[in-house]
């Protein structure tokens, strides 16, 4: 079982940045794809960046050249740098990990709340 834990959500003002980090635990497979994902009040869970153990990365059209996902393996641990912060962030982020062979996350952390004021 892998245990995820994320840390780092606060409440930014408009313009502002926040890093959010997440840290597994657990029977970690050494080539997982981690990412991260967040839910806004009222709206469908939504991908935000992903990457791989080979640090190839994905983001969402809404985060790029805002957000910057890495990872440090040594550390087992996942982070997501987030620049010129919009109040459409707000969402509570969540930190998942699946095996590289699976198309579906399948372990998820409890969610960290990112509030941005206009």
């Known amino acids: 079982q892998v245990q995820l834990v994320e840390s780092g959500g606060d409440l930014v003002q408009a313009g502002g940045s926040l890093r959010l980090s997440c840290r597994q635990s657990g029977n970690i497979y050494s080539d997982n794809v981690m990412g991260w994902l967040r839910q806004a009040p009222g709206k469908d869970r939504e991908l935000v960046a992903t990457i791989t153990a080979g640090h190839m990365t994905y983001y969402a059209d809404a985060v790029k050249g805002r957000f910057t996902i890495s990872r440090d393996n040594a550390e087992n641990s996942v982070y997501l740098q987030m620049n010129s912060l919009k109040p459409e962030d707000t969402a509570v982020y969540y930190c998942?990990?699946?095996?590289?062979?699976?198309?579906?996350?399948?372990?998820w952390g409890q969610g960290t709340q990112v509030t941005v004021s206009s």
């Open positions: 998942a990990a699946r095996p590289v062979q699976y198309s579906m996350f399948i372990y």
